[in-house]
């Protein structure tokens, strides 16, 4: 594990030193998905393929997922983030009493093809694809809008 702030240049330097140092290596996790795009920058001029896990769901990622060389994303969103957090802060504006614990409606992502994969080595999960995903990811009014009930933001799914 190595901070980076989550500067792109520092996660190039990063992977960099990673891909010097150890040269066998297969995969990178990132904390958020333009971290992953440097690492694979760097990977790819350095003729190494990787695989990636991240977090956000940015729309950059759909070619890494649909082929297969992100196994795994994690919808959130900066939007629907933001959104979630302006629709809890209303809720208690007006008084409504919610839990200490929300949840807020998130999703992994991955390929048919990965999901297949990961499936036969015996590891199931819901998932969505890029496709759902880039509904999913502008649909937050839907799931977290004023008319939905505040019972919607405190049930894990």
Do not use: H
Request: glycine share 8%; hydrophobic share 40%.
């Amino acid at each position: 594990m190595e901070p980076t702030g989550w500067d792109a240049a520092k996660a190039t330097n990063a992977a960099q030193t990673w891909l010097t140092t150890y040269p066998d290596l297969k995969a990178i996790g990132c904390i958020s998905d333009s971290l992953c795009l440097a690492a694979d920058s760097v990977a790819s001029s350095m003729g190494t393929q990787l695989l990636y896990g991240g977090y956000d769901g940015d729309a950059e990622m759909k070619p890494l997922i649909d082929d297969g060389k992100m196994v795994m994303d994690v919808l959130t969103g900066a939007y629907r983030v933001g959104y979630w957090n302006i629709a809890v802060a209303a809720r208690l504006a007006n008084g409504e009493k919610l839990p200490q614990d929300l949840y807020m409606p998130t999703y992994f992502v991955t390929s048919d093809a990965t999901a297949a994969k990961l499936k036969a080595d015996g590891l199931t999960f819901e998932y969505i694809n890029t496709d759902k995903e880039a509904v999913e990811a502008k649909n937050y009014t839907e799931q977290l809008g004023p008319k939905v009930p505040a019972t919607a933001m405190t049930l894990a799914k």
